[in-house]
């Protein structure tokens, strides 16, 4: 008999390992690798979903009939031999992992590796594409994407007319106290309950309240409401942050897909129905079905490109240690304060508090980009090697020189303002840059400037920035407050 080895984020049925398997001629092998828990100080909500997830998969295999091998092992390869010793297996197969860390582990193991299924675009494809192009601009990706999968085509173009509605969907937020859908809860059951009591002391986080579906019908359920009642706001506001609203009309639906519970088929065929239905407006089918078949397939394909040297990025010698709030979550910036506040609550932060309030002050403040990546892995219910590593690297740290994005996103607290309403209760001023109430945004983004002018000088997309900062005649008070701010963050009294 073969065994197929499934991975703790490959928790479906249709998974090329397993899809045309039956109970006959498969035993399911699933291991808990105490290392891999420890590897982190895990958020408690992301551990409790990935292994309750794990442990329900593994109890629909055996009702459908399979026999499952689940172990607990200190290690991936303690529980393999464990397994191989128990069963003599004649063969153990894996679909392919989704990290090259994980990839470079099952090398060797003596496993034979089957092609993932679970991106719509496989990264050896993704490669092709790359091959010879000078940059690798996600819209380019994105719409070749659009012409092989179909979505949002009538024939030959693009469905209302347009490849991208970007320019519709970055709103600020509205201000008439709108209520945003409320993310739904599951009912915690004996298994939520077992896993929970066994977490590592270490862990770090809320507990586990239903948030985050741990079944595959409970993420299906997600991604109803999803549809239904969150996608038709989805577009204009996707960049708009307000206090005390951590999910707005985002979807949530990230650590589904991550873990396998969903297939990016799937949500964006749902998009695509309530579409053409009537039911949702282009802006929002197109904002979300760029997420998932651009960014998403996009990130995936230039982290197997650029690994493992990539891993190492760090284009703007950043060597600041990550400061004490992002552990304690105290301090006075409000938007912080808010976003931590959710990641501490949910494991969850949007993708305007991930890039622009928390990456955006670790740019600013030159944290070492890998300290970030290790605290946003462990902190994000979605954390995964392949997906932080380009979004935090790239995309938020300028680490990678500019491959991914190309400028920094750096901005001071104007651009904070404009986009939340979290400046109006705050202590500091997001239009001053020098003085006790200057917003430390503020400072730090021409404190950023005038250090990088070097290094930032052949980016042409920065000339006006760093041309502004050379002018600036409050320079020398400037750098003075930079110099405070950032005592005050590596003193935890920011
Ligand atoms: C600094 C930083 C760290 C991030 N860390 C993670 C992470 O650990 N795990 C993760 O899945 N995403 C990460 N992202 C990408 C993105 O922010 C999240 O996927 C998104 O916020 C998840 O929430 P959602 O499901 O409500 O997304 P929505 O805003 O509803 O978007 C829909 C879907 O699009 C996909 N998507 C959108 N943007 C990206 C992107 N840049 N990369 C990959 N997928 C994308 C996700 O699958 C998401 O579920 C990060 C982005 C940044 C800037
Ligand atoms: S003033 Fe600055 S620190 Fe305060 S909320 Fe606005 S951007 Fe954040």
């Not at 297996?89 to 993932?116: A, F, G, W």
């Not at 092709?128 to 179909?150: C, M, N, P, S, T």
């Not at 006006?464 to 320079?475: E, F, I, V």
């Amino acid at each position: 008999m073969e065994t197929v080895w499934v991975l703790g984020d490959q928790l479906n049925r249709d998974i090329s390992s397993l899809r045309d398997r039956s109970p006959a001629d498969t035993r399911v092998l699933m291991i808990e690798s105490r290392a891999k828990i420890g590897s982190h100080r895990y958020h408690r909500q992301r551990l409790h979903l990935v292994l309750t997830a794990m442990r329900r998969f593994a109890g629909g295999l055996r009702t459908a009939g399979f026999a499952v091998d689940y172990v607990f092992a200190d290690c991936f390869r303690q529980g393999l031999e464990q397994h191989r010793r128990r069963y003599h297996p004649d063969e153990v197969i894996v679909m392919e992992p989704m990290s090259y860390t994980m990839l470079r582990r099952l090398r060797q193991l003596d496993v034979r590796l089957v092609r993932s299924n679970q991106f719509l675009c496989h990264y050896e494809d993704f490669a092709v594409w790359a091959a010879g192009r000078k940059r690798l601009v996600l819209e380019d990706f994105y719409r070749e994407q659009r012409r092989q999968l179909g979505y949002l085509m009538d024939g030959d173009e693009p469905a209302g007319g347009s490849w991208n509605f970007d320019a519709d969907n970055r709103e600020p937020p509205p201000r008439d106290g709108r209520s945003w859908p409320r993310p739904p809860r599951s009912r915690l059951d004996d298994l939520d309950d077992e896993v929970i009591s066994g977490l590592p002391e270490e862990a770090v986080g809320a507990v586990p309240d239903g948030t985050w579906a741990t079944s595959r019908a409970a993420a299906l359920a997600r991604l109803r409401h999803f549809i239904g009642k969150v996608l038709p706001t989805f577009g204009p506001y996707e960049d708009a942050m307000l206090a005390g609203e951590w999910s707005m009309a985002h979807s949530m639906l990230s650590p589904y897909l991550n873990l396998g519970l969903l297939h990016p088929r799937e949500v964006c065929d749902a998009a695509e129905a309530a579409y053409r239905s009537g039911r949702v407006p282009i802006q929002s089918a197109e904002g979300f079905v760029r997420q998932v078949i651009g960014w998403r397939e996009y990130v995936w394909g230039v982290y197997w490109l650029w690994m493992p040297e990539y891993a190492a990025a760090n284009g703007l010698n950043a060597g600041r240690d990550l400061p004490p709030l992002f552990r304690d979550g105290e301090t006075d910036m409000r938007c912080v304060a808010e976003t931590l506040t959710a990641v501490h609550e949910h494991g969850y932060a949007h993708h305007i508090q991930r890039l622009m309030v928390l990456g955006n002050l670790a740019l600013l403040a030159g944290v070492v980009p890998q300290q970030m990546v290790d605290w946003m892995w462990a902190s994000f219910v979605d954390g995964a090697e392949w997906v932080m590593l380009p979004n935090v690297l790239g995309m938020s740290l300028h680490a990678d020189g500019g491959r991914m994005a190309t400028k920094p996103y750096a901005a001071g607290g104007n651009y904070i303002n404009r986009m939340s309403d979290y400046c109006r209760d705050c202590r500091f001023d997001p239009k001053r840059r020098t003085g006790t109430d200057a917003c430390p945004f503020t400072t730090l983004y021409w404190g950023f400037l005038d250090r990088n002018q070097s290094v930032l000088s052949g980016n042409h997309r920065m000339a006006r920035q760093l041309q502004a900062a050379r002018k600036l005649a409050d320079m020398a008070e400037v750098r003075a407050r930079a110099t405070e701010v950032l005592a005050q963050l590596d003193g935890g009294e920011l």
